[in-house]
């Protein structure tokens, strides 16, 4: 199983004509899930990846290897959008998709920032675009002193960090605990967002909720635009 | 480079350390509860008081090393639950008994908790140590310093100069008092039976330490003498318990009236067994001739055949009418005559006052009014012969005096005492 410093090619940055990023793919599925299925605990845990089509039809596909997500992924995102659990989830979910109570391992906590876009209801309380966003960002490094991973998502980043080791959910309160822990993550970026004038603009990844997959892209607008890390080798944002 | 957009890998205690809390008012609650917030930490090792609380208390060392199957809860945390219950009651802090729990939690190697599972497992073991605490101590009874503020604006004053005057002022802070305008100034006792004095003169019968336990009817009684009807605030062990034994002390802090000795108390167990068995069966409102063979007969019979367990079964309902033994009873002579046993009997059942008395000191009380004890007195009817030792009073005996007609007597039948039953 690759770690995600063997995948050291280069986003594609052309815009006009982008295409899905199988390194980038694999680097997310190893650096978010890689741990947590090689430990012995894991018994049966699932990578469940969801497909959201342009006309709101969602799908759910289940990989018990990184390597298998990601080629699905990279095939899938041709034409959809694609969505990855942020946790594992058992094998037996209802209609297959992951609910709280079939989550087993939360490896990073997540949170959804959003800037205006042609393409949502409402840019009330929005930060006004992307680079803003990372104003956001910046301020989350500069006050808790850990540089985060940050996702571009093609309106939006998901700002978020991993865990020094994956975070087993035996029972319901240690499920409700890890949940309230990504609401506090999120809690976070509100409380800077407020301050910057943009109250709308964080959302919350709960614990079943699904992030954009690095490497795919995101078929919103036309044409579609990528997903994938964003920081460069200095670490400073494109 | 994506190696290089991977931000570092974070331990997710120090996550839980650092992010903004959902329900802070929530947090501020424990803080207040626990004096401060606890920190997860990895303990070096356990305090001193660690290895003293497993020497002295076995439930605390059989939970450390999680073998306690009479907890209902075996999962890690009901463990923790219990740990921390012990450990609170110890009178630990709460950053020692997080400390605990995170050594325990390592030592079975637990799955991560945050603080939030921590604060709440501590907030109920806190929680509880310092109500049982509070139950144990004073639970019975407002602060001082709130009754002194509380007695300030209603113009009284406690002069606490002596120990009655402490366990009077004690016993005006009770909670049931609480919001009523009643203040005891005494309480003494006569016979078995305690007596209080208010400040406004009333003379409030509480009853035996029995009846006041009850509460029932010490509740009954005050309410009559004052038109306070009073209510239990809570349970009765934790807030009315106490009081009782405030009523005690002050008592036995000062001598037993001088009215109500041995004699005294006979006479009360005599009157209130002759109002019950006539409130029960007003045909024991007639006298009986006992020189008269056939009449002591059926005297003696209702002791043979009368049931005494239907003494404890006075209060229930839809239950037929049981016959009593008639154990006190009025001669054609003016005389009192007792059957003792039976009495001591009647007495010890919740309808005669659940009184302890011994028969002798019985005897005692009625050889002070001048009765003649164990005489042995057989009836005859149709060749049968029933035996019992009855004590007699003297013929024409007032058991109390001034009161007409006697208690247990029909008024139609003591006026005209020699009209036949």
Redesign the interface.
């Known amino acids: 199983m690759s770690s ?2 063997d ?4 986003q594609n940055s052309n815009l006009s004509s982008p295409r899905a990023d199988s ?2 793919a694999q ?1 997310h599925f190893n ?1 978010l899930f890689s741990r947590a299925l090689s430990d012995r605990q894991s018994g049966d845990t699932w990578i469940v990846q969801a497909t959201i089509s342009l006309q709101r039809k969602i799908s759910f596909q289940a990989f018990d290897s990184t390597l298998d997500a990601a080629r699905w992924a990279v095939k899938e995102s041709i034409n959809t959008n694609v969505y990855t659990h942020l946790a594992l989830h058992t094998p037996d979910r209802p209609k297959g998709k992951g609910n709280t109570d079939t989550t087993l391992c939360l490896t990073a ?1 997540a949170a959804d920032l959003d800037a205006a876009s042609p393409y949502r209801g409402s840019n009330a309380g929005k930060a006004p675009d992307v680079a803003s966003l990372r104003l956001l960002i910046c301020d989350f490094e500069e006050s ?1 002193q ?5 996702i571009e998502s093609g309106y939006g980043l998901y700002a ?6 994956p ?5 319901k ?2 499920r409700k ?1 890890a949940d ?2 990504l ?3 999120t ?2 970026f509100r ?1 800077f967002g407020r301050k910057r004038g943009w109250p709308n603009t964080v959302d919350r990844v709960p614990l079943a909720g699904l992030i954009r997959v690095a490497g795919t892209l995101n078929h919103k607008g036309n044409p579609p635009l990528p997903v994938r ?7 400073d944002f494109r | 480079m994506i190696a290089a957009a991977i931000g570092i890998d974070v331990d997710v205690g120090h996550l839980d350390e650092l992010l903004p809390e959902l329900d802070q008012p929530r947090v501020e609650r424990f803080i207040e509860l626990a004096d401060g917030d606890i920190t997860i930490r990895r303990p070096l090792a356990l305090p001193n008081k660690f290895s003293a609380l497993f020497r002295q208390n076995p439930h605390f060392s059989l939970s450390w090393e999680r073998r306690r199957p009479d907890l209902r809860d075996q999962t890690l945390s009901g463990y923790e639950m219990s740990l921390a219950s012990i450990a609170a009651n110890a009178r630990w802090t709460a950053q020692e008994i997080c400390d605990l729990l995170v050594a325990f939690r390592e030592k079975e190697r637990g799955r991560w908790h945050g603080r939030s599972y921590f604060r709440t497992t501590l907030g109920k073991a806190l929680g509880q140590a310092a109500k049982h605490r509070r139950d144990q101590r004073e639970g019975a009874f407002q602060q001082a310093d709130e009754a002194a503020s509380e007695a300030k604006e209603e113009g009284h004053s406690s002069a606490e100069t002596d120990d009655k005057a402490k366990l009077l002022a004690k016993l005006n802070r009770a909670c049931i008092l609480q919001g009523r305008n009643l203040r005891f100034t005494d309480v003494k006792r006569r016979g078995s039976c305690y007596v209080a004095f208010d400040d406004l003169g009333h003379e409030i019968q509480l009853g035996t330490v029995r009846e006041m336990n009850a509460f029932v009817v010490t509740q009954a009684n005050i309410a009559e003498a004052t038109g306070i009807n009073l209510s239990i605030p809570g349970t009765k062990k934790a807030t009315w318990f106490p009081v009782v034994e405030v009523f005690i002390a002050i008592a036995h802090s000062q001598p037993i009236e001088f009215d109500y000795g041995l004699r005294e108390e006979t006479r009360i167990y005599l009157a209130r067994a002759l109002d019950a068995l006539t409130s029960h069966n007003p045909d024991y409102a007639q006298r009986v001739g006992i020189r008269n063979s056939e009449e002591l007969f059926l005297l003696n019979l209702s002791l043979r055949t009368g049931l005494r367990d239907s003494f404890l079964h006075y209060d229930l309902e839809g239950r037929a009418p049981k016959c009593w033994p008639r154990f006190v009873v009025w001669t054609k002579d003016g005389e009192l005559c007792v059957q003792v046993p039976m009495l001591q009997t009647f007495l010890s059942t919740p309808v005669g006052g659940n009184e302890r008395i011994s028969t002798d000191r019985l005897k005692q009380g009625l050889a002070m009014m001048q009765f003649a004890i164990d005489k042995v007195k057989t009836g005859q009817f149709q060749g049968q012969k029933i035996s019992y030792r009855w004590c007699i009073s003297p013929t024409a005996f007032a058991l109390d005096p001034g009161c007409d007609p006697q208690p247990g007597l029909n008024p139609e039948q003591d006026a005209d005492p020699e009209q036949p039953p």
Request: proline share 4%; aromatic share 16%; charged share 25%.
């Open positions: 995600p410093s995948h050291t090619s280069v390194d980038q680097a650096w906590l808790y850990f540089p985060l991973t940050v978020m960090v991993r865990f020094r080791e975070l087993w959910l035996e029972d309160r240690a605990e309230d822990l609401g506090r993550f809690e976070a409380i890390f964003s920081r460069n080798v200095n670490g």
